[in-house]
């Protein structure tokens, strides 16, 4: 069974950062690939980041330049550093795991990915 748990959202007022972390177990596929997603109340799922098990990331272009995926291996985490979040940054951010690598040009695709994690909610306040 995968378990994918998110934590670190919160609320922020604009041009703040926080830092989403997922811990994930229950796996041990040589080739996959992590993401993150958001979802804002209203619209549908959105894919930000994603890292793939070469290290490679890519980035949605609404938050390249601002936000940064990495992950721990010791720690089974992937992280979200999220830096000079705007207003529309709010939305329930969620990890995801897809079972084979991937290699995207910008964000993830949600079809793709095969867990998910809960979702952990970010506000950003103006």
């Known amino acids: 069974q995968v378990y994918l748990v998110e934590s670190g959202g919160g609320s922020v007022q604009a041009g703040g950062s926080l830092r989403l972390a997922c811990a994930h177990s229950?796996?041990?596929?040589?080739?996959?690939?992590m993401a993150w997603f958001r979802q804002a109340l209203g619209k549908e799922r959105e894919g930000v980041a994603a890292?793939?098990?070469?290290?490679?990331?890519t980035y949605a272009e609404s938050v390249k330049d601002r936000f940064t995926i990495s992950r721990d291996n010791d720690k089974n985490t992937l992280y979200l550093q999220m830096n000079s979040l705007k207003p529309e940054d709010t939305a329930t951010y969620y990890c995801?795991?897809?079972?084979?690598?991937?290699?995207?040009?910008?964000?993830?695709?949600?079809?793709?990915?095969?867990?998910w994690g809960q979702g952990t909610q970010v506000t950003v306040s103006s």
């Open positions: 229950g796996y041990t596929y040589r080739n996959y690939c």
């Open positions: 890292m793939n098990n070469v290290w490679r990331a």
């Open positions: 995801a795991l897809r079972v084979g690598s991937c290699s995207y040009a910008a964000g993830p695709f949600e079809r793709d990915f095969h867990y």
